[in-house]
Nanobody, 124 residues
């Protein structure tokens, strides 16, 4: 069974930065779609950024473009999300996911395996 463990969340003021990490085990990390998703209280889970670990191709939600950077280290089976210029609306639980089953790459329903999440809180 695939295991994903997120870390790096925390509380920051608007304009600050955080770097999230997702360590993956029991999975062919070197060739897979892997993504970051978030869920704010009372809202649906949404895609933030996605990367294909074989070639590093990256995709971003409009809300993340220009502020967030997704990256991976195949040797460490770890994916990262560098988040800069954070805004209060970025607040939420951030999850990493893999095992894409088809469909839109940033659609949470397209992924089978999930981590437990790491909380990000941005205050104004």
């Amino acid at each position: 069974q695939v295991q994903l463990v997120e870390s790096g969340g925390g509380s920051v003021q608007a304009g600050g930065s955080l770097r999230l990490s997702c360590v993956v085990s029991r999975y062919a990390f070197s060739s897979a779609y892997m993504g970051w998703f978030r869920q704010a209280p009372g809202k649906e889970r949404e895609g933030v950024a996605l990367i294909h670990t074989a070639d590093g191709s990256a995709y971003y939600a409009d809300s993340a473009k220009g502020r967030f950077t997704i990256a991976r280290d195949n040797a460490k089976s770890t994916m990262y999300l560098q988040m800069n210029r954070l805004k209060p609306e970025d607040t939420g639980m951030y999850y990493c996911a893999t095992e894409w089953t088809g469909g839109h790459l940033l659609n949470p329903e397209a992924y089978r395996s999930w981590g437990q999440g790491t909380q990000v809180t941005v205050s104004s």
